[in-house]
Each structure stands twice: as structure tokens, then as C-alpha cells.
């Protein structure tokens, strides 16, 4: 299988622990993106990657999140001290971009669950 | 005001039906437009993306775009149960930034 895939697909953790998500994109892809998602809403953007270099984060991204990804391969989202309101999807894409100001269709993988109880 | 409008539905058509799912965006620097099919459960899948005014067919798919009126519009044709789902539109500025914003979807249930 050569698509974008995430680990865990599922995660139920307490209120005040941390919890951390892997991202593995197509091998060839150079840039990946994190997003939230809840029910009835559409991805939220977090933050993306070009290669190993975190490019953007949202300006409503708590400082509770943070994302790597270290060699330009995998990525890894963390968040600390999990709240209620982080119950999500939290999905990873990847794409392809060649050329500065291309952008290219973006790959989903299926997505880590989280539920903080 | 969302930067990605959409009617969240549920549209109902019945089998072989025309389906029009449609979007309005408010940043006029937008230039990338993507349609994404979402089951339930599932992680949004890339249907269509359409880059310049005009219209897109991919088999019973079409994708319209009309950037003065800052309208993007998909076509299902023939639909299917199996179409039954929620379509997403995103939304990109052609710029190193990338990200897609995304509308919240709209809902379409296709009857036998």
C-alpha cells in the first residue's frame, strides 16, 4: 500500500495526558499537512510541512501542539495535557509540490481518532 | 462569514439522477479548487480539482468554476447509491502556503 498512512487509528486517552499521532505520506510526496476535524465540520487546517521544514502553523493552534517531522519522511503530532475539546480526526495528507506557488492535490490518510475522556 | 460556503443538505436524488453540489468562496486570490468525497467514518477522498474557469469532466463527474463569481459547482451524473455520502470543497491560494480551506460539507443521500 503506497498511500499516506497513520498510526494510531485510534486513541482514547484521560483529560491531562499526552498523546502522540505518526504520519507516514507517499514516499515521493515532499510536503505534509496535519488537519482536525469534527463531526458535522470540515478539516481544519493545524500546520504543514515542506520537506523537513514546518512552513505554517494556524494562528488558533494551541501552544499544547506540536508537530515534527525530522527528516522529511514521517511526521509526528503531539499534543500535551489533552482537554475534552481536543476529542477529533486528526488527519495527515500529503502532496507533491515541484515548482514555488504549485499547489497540487492533496492525499488523506485515514486518520487518528482521539477521544479524551 | 466562512471563507467556504456550502449547503450542508441532506440532498436527496433519486438513483440516475443529476446531483449539483455547490460552493462559494470569498478570497478572490483563491486559484486551486478541489472536490473531496467524504463516507462516513472515513477520511476525505480527492474526487476532482479544477484550476481555471470553465468545466471538468472525469467520467460521471463534472467540476465547474467561474472565479468572477467566485462559485465552484460539481456535477454527479447517473448517480448512484454508492454516491451517497458528504462532498467537500477546499479551497487553496496558489502561494507557497498551500493549506486547503475547507467548506463543512454537504450531504447528499442518493434513493434507490
Known amino acids: 500500500d503506497t498511500g499516506v498512512s497513520q498510526n494510531p487509528r485510534h486513541k482514547i486517552t484521560k483529560r491531562g495526558q499526552n498523546v502522540t499521532f505518526r504520519c507516514d505520506p507517499i514516499s515521493e510526496h515532499n510536503r505534509l499537512y496535519w488537519y482536525r476535524q469534527t463531526l458535522g465540520q470540515g478539516p481544519e487546517f493545524l500546520t504543514y510541512?515542506?520537506?523537513?521544514?514546518?512552513?505554517?502553523k494556524s494562528r488558533l493552534l494551541s501552544d499544547r501542539f506540536s508537530a515534527e517531522r525530522p527528516k522529511g519522511s514521517f511526521s509526528t503530532l503531539e499534543i500535551q495535557r489533552t482537554e475534552q475539546g481536543d476529542s477529533a480526526m486528526y488527519l495527515c495528507a500529503s502532496s507533491l509540490v515541484v515548482l514555488a506557488g504549485d499547489t497540487r492535490e492533496q492525499f488523506f490518510g485515514p486518520g487518528t481518532r482521539l477521544t479524551v475522556l | 462569514q466562512k471563507e467556504v460556503e456550502q449547503n450542508s443538505g441532506p440532498l436527496s436524488v433519486p438513483e440516475g439522477a443529476i446531483a449539483s453540489l455547490n460552493c462559494t468562496y470569498s478570497?478572490?486570490?483563491?486559484?486551486?479548487f478541489f472536490w473531496y468525497r467524504q463516507y462516513s467514518g472515513k477520511s476525505p477522498e480527492l474526487i476532482m480539482s479544477?484550476?481555471?474557469?470553465g468545466d471538468k469532466e472525469d467520467g460521471r463527474f463534472t467540476a465547474q468554476l467561474n472565479k468572477a463569481s467566485q462559485y465552484v459547482s460539481l456535477l454527479i451524473r447517473d448517480s448512484q447509491p454508492s454516491d451517497s455520502a458528504t462532498y467537500l470543497c477546499a479551497v487553496n491560494r496558489n502561494t507557497n502556503a498551500g493549506k486547503s480551506t475547507f467548506g463543512d460539507g454537504t450531504t447528499l443521500t442518493v434513493k434507490p
Open positions: 510541512f515542506q520537506n523537513e521544514a514546518q512552513l505554517e
Open positions: 478570497d478572490r486570490g483563491s486559484q486551486s
Open positions: 479544477i484550476y481555471s474557469n
